[in-house]
């Protein structure tokens, strides 16, 4: 559903953009992480036919970027930088007037509205100017006018940024659905948590070019290595006893723990865990260490930065 | 069709509601609406009792329209607020991308946008004018004929529509209010200076002049409306952020497309300045063709308005003109009078004021004033024929020789002005105004300084030294 080879922008002498490939299937959410003004939004602004690109081509819902703006942009749906809300309006007005550039029939956009108006709890609102709204009610006005037409692809910027817990959870459970009714998604956050719960790929972008791309999993392993276990004993056990199967590597060893790297968990840890039990190990626990998205995030990040000093 | 027009009414109907829920739009609409009939009476009023002192009736004549005029334009200065954030204000709020996103074609947006920024100031205008009628009619006052009452209403559309565009394109162009507030001087002094020259016309009672006027800006205004779409691009609203005068970028474009990567002067005839003459190639043409028109034109008026005037002039007042104009060159003194740098500079002067006026024109008053220097050649000639002159062997003497030289030059100087008029409000993709601006002043600079400056130099050595020698046998 999106497709994007070489993507580039230029600003006069500034490279915005350059050499970005994505692949986004229909069901599938994207998640683009980097720095304020490392081109997400240039890219975004890219995949909704708002600005050409200098070099490269994308495709969005089957429409080339540059040849069918129009429809593009009939396609897509799009949950902007700024909210972008009119504050004179009511939110009724604001989705209606969404609805009829969309297109939308009257009775739909009615319905639809009301719908959205409800899901996210501005009902009761709903009649009043959207000024009067605190910051997390606009966000959700803004991403209800970007799911009005019921797009088939969204582009979301910061989707729960000024949002509290439960409305950030709302919105997350949203784009979730979405997700699973065969919609293309792609988000830019700086909520990595958030990503990593919805997000199927994730795009390192810095100074305009993706660093990094693939799965969370993949991601890990990339950047951070074999992922590690760590057995915790409830009394003083020899593990150096211990038979370990291949592609296990022990990184470390006290009376009371024993920290391993595995290369293949699937079929390692069950072996682990049967050798531990023949060697009758009192284990308290055995678990994965925690390795998040941060730290891949954060490494890549001063790799990068580190690669930029030394040139 | 309908279908089309639809997003325009969607976006004019979104910014009408916008702008009666907001006070500071509305509350300087309804002071101007309603209050300056009143004054306007007022200051009516002690003008007539003061010009009834005089007995100056053809002043009190005009005075009524004059007021509607004023009366008309005062409340139209709103919509300069409304017009001039009508992008740029939408970028600053951020709610512009939203809509950019959104499926609207181009023109859609801008036309809903133009629209608002007209109806609105122009119905407070037009309720204005009404109400100072209404109080006119309560005086006892005569109000003016239709066809006045025509112009005037027509001319307060033409004015709204042509502040209103013009403000448009600045506010697509500008990345701030700020920077589009600024900017708005270059529309309100021109009207002002407009309104100026109307005033005269209404004052002067000619009111044929007066619907050239109507005509005159309307043209302006559509000219300005096309220039405006023609430079709208959602990249240009949403890439730019600051204001920033990038001299060094303006210089860049401007030598790089005025050298246009030539090594020599005869690789810059060759390949730039040859370049730049085949765009201008039909324009050229065009003004050719214009130039033949403004021949006749010139020849006709005169056949048409001064033949009946000599027709009744007495012999001896004939044979005294005729007298004259053998003597009237001065043909034995011209070269101490006038002399090569002097017609050099005279006629670079009027090249340059084509430009000038072209500029600010889209081209159409730079046309005109060259089809007014070129009809004054067919006016002579029809004037000396008129005075039973033979004018074929006065112009061969006294205009080719130079002619050839300085006729050129005035049709490539018109032909670029035309080109460049036309160039602005085509579209160009890729581009922004800025550097179809700049490029095309680059262009002007090589035909000008390439081609129509050396011309004109070899014209006036010929017209100083040469022509007077010629004509001067001729006449004999």
Known sequence: MIETHDLSKQFHDFMAVDGVNLSV??????????????????????????????????????????????????????????????????????????????????????????????????????????????????????????????????????????????????????????????????????????????????????????????????????????????VKFTDAWDSSRLEL???????????????????????????????????????MAFQEEARTLEQVYLKVMAEAKGRENVQ | MFNKLRPVWLVAGRELKDQFRDWRVLTPMIILMVCFPFLMNEFAKQTVDFLNQYEANLILDRLVPFSIMIIGFFPITISLVVALEAFVGEKERGTIEPVLSAPLDDWQLYFGKLLVGVATPLAASYLSITLYLIMIVQQGLEIPSFSIMLQLILLTTAHATLMVSAAIVISVQSTSVKAANLLASFIVIPVAILMQGEAVMLFWGNEDVLWLAVAGVMIIALLLIRVGIAHFQREYLLGREIDTINLKWVLNTFWKNFMGGAHSIGEWYRKVLGGAMRRVLPAVLAVTLVAGVSLWMGYDWIMVNVSPVIAKASPERLEKIEESAREMPGLANLQDTINAPFLFMNNTRAVALIFLAGLVSFSVLGVLLYMLNIGLIGGVYALLELLGLQPLPIFLAGVLPHGIFELPALVIGAAVVLYMGVAIVTPQTGKSMGEVIIELFADWTKIFFGLVVPLLAVAAVIEAYITPVLLAGVVK
Request: proline share 4%; aromatic share 4%; net charge positive.
């Open chain 1, 245 to 283: 199967p291949e592609g296990v590597e022990i990184l470390s060893r006290t009376a009371t723990s024993l920290k391993v790297r595995v290369e293949r968990p699937q079929a390692s840890n069950p072996m682990i865990l049967n050798a531990l039990s023949r060697g009758s190990a009192s284990v």
């Open chain 1, 25 to 230: 299937d229909a069901g599938q959410i994207l998640a683009l992480l980097g720095q304020n003004g490392a081109g997400k939004t240039t890219t975004v602004r890219m995949l909704t036919a708002l600005l050409n690109p200098t070099r490269g081509w994308a495709r969005v819902a089957g429409y080339d970027v540059v040849k069918n703006g129009h429809d593009v942009r009939s396609s897509v749906g799009v949950l902007t930088e700024q909210h972008g809300l009119y504050m004179r309006m009511t939110a009724i007005e604001y989705l209606d007037y969404f609805g009829q550039i969309y297109n939308i029939a009257p009775s739909a956009r009615k319905s639809r509205s009301e719908h959205l108006l409800e899901y996210f709890g501005l009902t009761e609102a709903a009649k009043r100017r959207i000024g009067e709204y605190s910051k997390g009610m606009r966000q959700k006005l803004a991403l209800a006018r970007a799911m009005m037409h019921d797009p088939g692809v969204l582009l979301l910027d910061e989707p729960t940024s000024a949002m509290d817990p439960e409305s950030a959870r709302l919105v997350r459970d949203e784009i979730a659905r979405l997700k699973s009714s065969q919609r293309t998604i792609v988000i830019c956050s700086h909520n990595l948590t958030e990503v990593e719960a919805l997000a199927d790929k994730i795009a390192i972008i810095y100074r305009g070019r993706i660093l990094l791309q693939g799965t969370l999993e993949e991601l890990k392993k990339n950047v951070l290595g074999l992922p590690e276990y760590e």
